[in-house]
């Protein structure tokens, strides 16, 4: 590892998240220029640029010694960088007093970042303005991601710019849609703010205030969940709630199809094959779960199709909104809901689970295998878009499932032991934070929180969190001692 060079990007990426912290500073200041929410922000905003200031001078990096970024390198920098932002992030959580203890504090921004929405606020709807803001900030920060956003902002840094993309996107591949790095992750986030512009409209257009209207935007489109009411978007009607669903399965889509499609070529989401099986994934279950619900008792209405649809896109999505307590609904319906936790949205997207893409290759590869031992001798290549898949990529594939469920069982015993829980609730802390999603089953359900939770069973759930949205390696590289060798 290249510590130097490590520090110095670190350094810049906490540049941006400090200067961005203005925005809910801004807030605080017209609901209270004197309050402690205000100081709590003008603290952590000083304190980042004396970090900042201290590691560029000790750290210095330009031009040319960004070239020797690996992909080692570009794995740790992100991997340290967000939790570096995560820790500064929750400053004015702790300060403002919102949070009472520093570990609830990492444990919201933690959330925050990494899009989960899992909170430890019991009142939501009686936390100061600013406070709020950069809680839902953080979800549309950490969605397209914050890295990329940096390497948009900041000056080129040559050919590492790639290594730090690739370890961030969402998904087993990292597309470019310009030549130049910094041309992507600018087009990227200029695609994701007009998505976010848009939804922002419509929900104002449905009478709901702005304050309301941009943290619901920022938690849509980064898949996120964190809602500025008590009892998240089921507060709203119907007209604000299907807008939501609209835009949580646009957020779960490959954000280079939505660049596609502003560009005038509506067909390209049609050509995508991940796209067809999300798009048929999701009309399924909502069609199933329609005529559970409908025979179950509650009817066949546009509430009980509202319903369903809101909930499957939600947790599909990885976003973690709700409009019902789902704990209550058939044990045959929460588990359909577990299982698309594991597989959440698309590559590229910004949501949370092991990926359409994955779980389809999986598929793809078992039902292979069982032909070819019927027919030994067939020669069936695995395609995806009519394009030879590699046996590396399949292999990788495998190997992060592998991963995947490992993290997912260390997180379902360890909440046992620390929290001597029952495995219901085990079970959905970990999937729910492990998948970005929040809300998961029992005492972490739609209508509960995770305030309960004793110090190490948050640290732990932190560590699932960050190590789910950085698709596992980023974080998992910092505990191999092969990575700090020069």
């Known amino acids: 590892m290249h510590k130097k060079l490590v ?48 590691i560029r001078k000790f750290s210095p990096a330009s031009g040319d010694d960004f070239d020797v970024m690996g992909a080692k390198d570009g794995l740790a920098i992100v991997g340290l960088s967000w939790i570096a932002v995560s820790l500064l992030g929750s400053l004015p959580f702790y300060l403002s007093g919102v949070a009472p203890t520093f570990t609830d504090a990492f444990f919201e921004t933690v959330s925050g970042f990494t899009t989960t929405g899992a909170t430890i606020l019991t009142w939501i709807e009686g936390q100061p303005r600013g406070v709020l803001f950069w809680r839902s900030l953080t979800h549309w920060l950490g969605g397209m991601g914050i890295i990329v956003l940096s390497v948009a902002l900041l000056p080129a840094i040559g050919r590492g710019a790639y290594a730090l993309y690739r370890a961030e996107a969402p998904g087993p591949t990292a597309e470019r849609v310009r030549p130049s790095m910094k041309e992507t992750a600018k087009t990227l986030w200029t ?60 957020a779960g889509c490959n954000f280079i199809l939505h660049y596609q499609g502003l560009r005038g070529k509506v067909k390209s989401y049609w050509r995508s094959e991940e796209f067809r099986v999300y798009l048929t994934i999701t009309l399924f279950f909502i069609s199933l779960f329609t005529l559970v619900l409908g025979f179950g ?23 973690g909104y709700t409009t019902v307590d789902f704990g209550l609904w058939p044990a045959f319906l929460k588990i359909s809901l577990v299982i698309l936790m594991f597989v959440g949205g698309c590559a ?23 032909i070819q031992v019927i027919l030994p001798n067939a020669v069936m290549p695995l395609k995806i878009d009519s394009k030879p898949v590699s046996d590396t990529y399949v292999v990788r594939a495998a190997a992060y499932f592998i991963i995947y469920m490992f993290l997912f069982l260390f997180g379902t015993v360890a909440m046992t032991i620390t929290e001597s829980t029952d495995l219901v609730t ?14 998961g089953l029992g005492k972490v359900g739609a209508v509960e929180n995770y305030a309960w939770i004793s110090p190490a069973g948050k640290w732990i759930l932190s560590f699932l969190m960050l190590a789910g949205r950085l698709e596992l390696y980023s974080i998992l590289i910092l505990f191999v001692p092969d990575t700090w060798r020069k």
């Open 7 to 54: 520090l110095n990007v670190i350094s810049r990426i906490l540049l941006v998240v400090s200067l961005i912290m203005v925005l809910p500073l801004g807030w605080a200041v017209l609901d209270d220029p004197s309050s402690a929410e205000s100081r709590s922000f003008i603290i952590t905003i000083l304190l980042g640029l004396a970090i900042v200031a201290v």
């Open 191 to 250: 695609v994701y703010f007009i998505l976010s512009a848009a939804e922002a409209l419509l929900l104002l257009a449905g009478d709901m205030p702005l304050f309301d209207a941009l943290c619901h935007t920022f938690g849509t489109m980064a898949t996120g969940g964190f809602s500025t009411k008590n009892a998240s978007i089921a507060a709203y009607g119907s007209y604000i709630q299907w807008v939501i669903v609209a835009f949580m399965f646009l």
């Open 297 to 319: 008792g509650e009817g066949f209405s546009e509430s009980t199709v509202r319903q369903s649809a809101f909930q499957i896109v939600s947790i599909l999505t990885t976003t």
């Open 348 to 370: 590229g997207s910004t949501g949370g689970g092991m990926k359409v893409i994955r779980v389809y290759i999986a598929l793809k590869t078992g039902a292979k295998s069982i």
């Open 426 to 439: 085990a079970f959905g802390a970990s999937v729910a934070c492990l998948s970005n999603i929040g809300p």
